[in-house]
């Protein structure tokens, strides 16, 4: 009896220590998605604290990591206690293991005797070493990875921030204006002023609806300006280059209009959004373009330059296109109708051209505008085709077989297979092919 | 209802006596059978029919003869052919002339008999076969609404050729299931035949000595039903039987149709029957295994394609029994099973 109490205690040790292995076994499998997590987490912290300038102390670093595996402890032992195994069932491993007939369960049980124990007792299973320090060694490695990685601060603390497009045009065009002394340093500064309130936003908002909404207004208004005083200074120009160089040929009252246009311009200038730079807006405030003669030929021609140049500038930034290409001119050209002189006979082209009419025939030819005649339009060009579009209809008939052939009897066909047709075919599954091919081979 | 009181250890030491003598007398009269004749005394001591499948002189039905005589029991062979009727079987009601008047008597067929020789039961019609299926699972037979009791104990132990199988009619499910085992008779190695040769004459039947009394062998059958089955065996058992289902493990690929609850019962007698056999309290996870192919591989159906791949029902149940672990319990990715 005392023998079986002993052999007992020796079995149930044993078994104990398999159930410990087995336990402890399901412990590190729960830890491990817990390690990975941390050292991941750990990792993107430390680089992000070391990135902001902050010196990290080892020692104070230990207790946090101390808390942190005591709580992945805590965790993955809660989580793994429902795969823990009692003695009991490690006894039935074991019995298993030795072939011992489930006799450590019947003694267990009460219904047999113990049996003796074998010189060695294996229960069956081995340490996986790469899966047991996998885990616990990626988890280091992230961690003095990120303690020692060289990581510059101020190259992290710098690094370039991508702003909205406008903003970098618009300062570009300042910089230009400002360079080429089209507008007063004051007016940059103004413009200048607007885009930086812009910028001021925290980062994140940069790119908000509301914010690239701004952007393109005031790149708007700033390219519209541009263009106002593009028209401006180009219409100035013109104005005396007429004046300069045809005002012999000119009447009386194309001079009038001239100097109207000339007046204009120069008010424009004064009143624009951007203002133009002083020394040129004096110069042509003091020019009296009715005398012009008291103005040498090279101060004028000088400008004129001053002006063109300037207009040029404008233009590069975009002015025109925001107005639409050519409109300017369209303008000047819809001025210059109804400047002819009146007379009888259809105008014959040219900006002075008079408004005269074409004259109406009884002629049907005359009015025939082509407008009853219908042409087919065709298009060669498939690059610019989409799916689904026709590219092309054509008429066509089956290809009918219209022999007569007679009457043919029930049960006869008319398409007789020949040599080498298929006839029929196979209704069979592709692994019931393969299970055919294989077993005729 | 099951038996609380378990077969003692005194039991099952008498028990196993004549089980021995039984197991050394057989293996007098086939040689190099002697696992054969080991599945073959499980099935009887389980109350179980057994199906012998095998080519014809290799002691099929010497065995069976062996074991009746052995067993002291009576014997009765039929000879199973395609114009057998059911009637030939069970019995057949006879007009006879009793007191004056003209009745019917039934007069009992060879199935009346405590064991009775099925040679090439394939060979009967299918209606012929059903025939004894009530006398298998019940141990009874009706004939004209009259039910009749057979004698106690009753075994059928049916042979079946796997060649010639023109003119032969496979055996219906429902009667294959309720065959405890089905045993594949191995052709014999040349020392054994060297031995037989030696041994016997041809037309001279073996001289088998009487172990047991009827009635000691039913308390050997009964001592067998009283052997423990412990409960993480039970679940071992209904785990390897509901892993031979489609689609309840991968060993099950290609499976048409698992084993039935019946198979579970037949593997859990026959598991006590080897414990007994071999002299132990309780049936194990090792009974189970090394039964399972004798239970189960004539109880499960394999599709169209598995039996184009060259798979077997054998080849099934044995990876059912590597898949199934004796513990319904999964091991951590941290640790493995030694080599």
């Not at chain 1, 398999?18 to 991941?40: C, D, H, M, Q």
């Not at chain 1, 823990?84 to 007939?101: G, K, P």
């Not at chain 1, 267990?108 to 005797?113: D, E, H, I, T």
């Not at chain 1, 369209?330 to 009146?342: H, I, N, Q, T, W």
Request: proline fraction near 5%; hydrophobic fraction near 40%; include cysteine.
């Amino acid at each position: 009896m005392n023998d079986q109490a002993a052999l007992s205690t020796r079995w149930h040790r044993l078994a104990r220590r398999t159930a410990r292995k087995v336990n402890l076994g399901w412990l590190l499998e729960s830890i491990t998605p817990l390690l990975f997590s941390a050292g991941a987490l750990g990792f993107a912290m430390i680089v992000w604290v070391r990135s902001r300038g902050a010196a990290i102390d080892l020692m104070h670093i230990w207790p946090w990591l101390l808390a942190a595996v005591l709580l992945a402890l805590m965790t993955s032992c809660l989580l793994a206690r429902r795969h823990f195994i009692s003695t009991n069932a490690a006894l039935v491993r074991l019995e298993s293991q030795l072939h011992l007939h489930n006799a450590l369960t019947v003694a267990q049980l009460g219904r047999g005797a113990w049996p003796e124990i074998p010189s060695t007792v294996a229960d069956g299973l081995e340490w996986r070493w790469s899966r047991v320090s996998g885990p616990s060694a990626a988890c280091a490695v992230c961690l003095i990875t990120a303690l020692y990685l060289p990581i510059n601060p101020d190259v992290a603390a710098t690094l370039p921030s991508v702003e909205p497009q406008a903003w970098q045009q618009m300062d570009q065009w300042l910089e230009k204006l400002q360079e080429e002394k089209v507008v007063t340093p004051e007016s940059k500064d103004e413009q200048a002023g607007k885009i930086d309130t812009l910028r001021d936003q925290p980062q994140e908002k940069w790119f908000s609806h509301e914010s690239l909404n701004a952007s393109d207004t005031l790149k708007e208004q700033l390219q519209c300006d541009l263009a106002n005083q593009s028209q401006n200074m180009e219409k100035a120009e013109r104005s005396l280059n007429a004046l300069q160089n045809y005002a012999d040929k000119l009447s009386e009252q194309v001079k009038e209009q001239l100097l109207k246009e000339f007046d204009e311009a120069l008010e424009g200038m004064k009143s624009g959004m951007l203002e133009l730079d002083p020394k040129l807006l004096n110069e042509l405030s003091q020019i009296d373009p009715k005398n012009l003669k008291s103005l040498s030929k090279e101060q004028l021609d000088q400008l004129r330059e001053s002006l063109k140049n300037k207009s040029g500038t404008c233009e590069g930034m975009g002015g025109k296109g925001f107005l639409g290409d050519g409109e300017g001119r369209d303008d000047l050209l819809a001025e210059g109708l109804g400047e002819g002189e009146e007379g009888d006979q259809p105008g014959k082209g040219g900006i002075t051209r008079g408004p005269g009419t074409a004259p109406l025939t009884l002629s049907k030819d005359e009015n025939d505008f082509g407008t009853n005649k219908n042409e087919a339009v065709s298009n060669q060009d498939m690059s610019r085709a989409q799916l689904g579009a026709t590219l092309g209809l054509q008429d066509g008939k089956h290809d009918v077989d219209k022999t007569y052939t007679g009457p043919t009897t029930a049960g006869d066909t008319s398409n007789k297979g020949q040599g080498g047709q298929q006839v029929w075919r196979e209704s069979l599954t592709p692994v019931e092919k393969a299970v055919l091919k294989r077993v005729f081979k | 209802m099951l038996s609380n009181s378990f077969a003692s250890d005194t039991e099952i030491e008498i028990a196993s006596k004549p089980i021995a003598a039984l197991r050394q007398a057989l293996n007098e009269v086939l040689f190099g059978q002697g696992e054969l004749i080991d599945l073959v005394l499980c099935g009887v001591i389980a109350r179980g029919h057994v199906l012998l499948e095998g080519l014809p002189g290799i002691g099929k039905t010497e065995l069976v003869k062996g074991l009746a005589k052995a067993l002291n029991l009576t014997t009765r062979r039929v000879q199973f052919t395609p114009d057998l009727l059911p009637g030939d079987i069970t019995g057949n009601p006879v007009l006879q002339e009793v007191d004056g008047r003209r009745e019917f008597v039934f007069q009992p067929g060879p199935i009346f008999t405590n064991l009775l020789l099925a040679d090439e039961i394939n060979r009967a019609s299918p209606k012929t076969q059903s025939a004894l299926l009530e006398a298998m699972q019940e141990r009874r037979v009706t004939v004209l609404g009259q039910t009749h009791t057979l004698p106690d104990p009753f075994f059928v132990l049916a042979t079946q050729n796997p060649i010639e199988l023109e003119g032969t009619y496979p055996l219906p499910e429902a009667q294959v299931d309720r065959f405890l085992f089905k045993l594949e008779v191995l052709r014999n190695s040349a020392e054994t035949l060297a031995r037989i040769v030696t041994h016997r004459e041809l037309g001279v039947e073996p001289e088998v000595p009487v172990i047991t009394t009827r009635e000691d062998f039913a308390l050997i059958q009964q001592t067998a039903r009283r052997i423990y089955l412990p409960e993480i065996v039970a679940d071992y058992i209904a785990r390897i039987v509901d892993a031979t289902h489609p689609g309840q493990s991968k060993a099950s690929e290609g499976v048409r149709f698992g084993a039935s609850p019946r198979a579970a019962l037949s593997l859990a007698s026959a598991s006590k029957s080897r414990a007994l056999m071999q002299g132990r309290p309780n049936a194990s996870f090792e009974d189970v295994q090394a039964l399972a192919l004798a239970v189960l591989n004539h109880r499960i159906l394999l599709d169209y394609t598995a039996r184009m791949d060259g798979r077997t029902s054998a080849s099934v149940v044995r990876a059912v029994v590597a898949e199934v672990p004796v513990q319904n319990l999964s091991t951590p990715k941290v640790l493995k099973e030694a080599a």
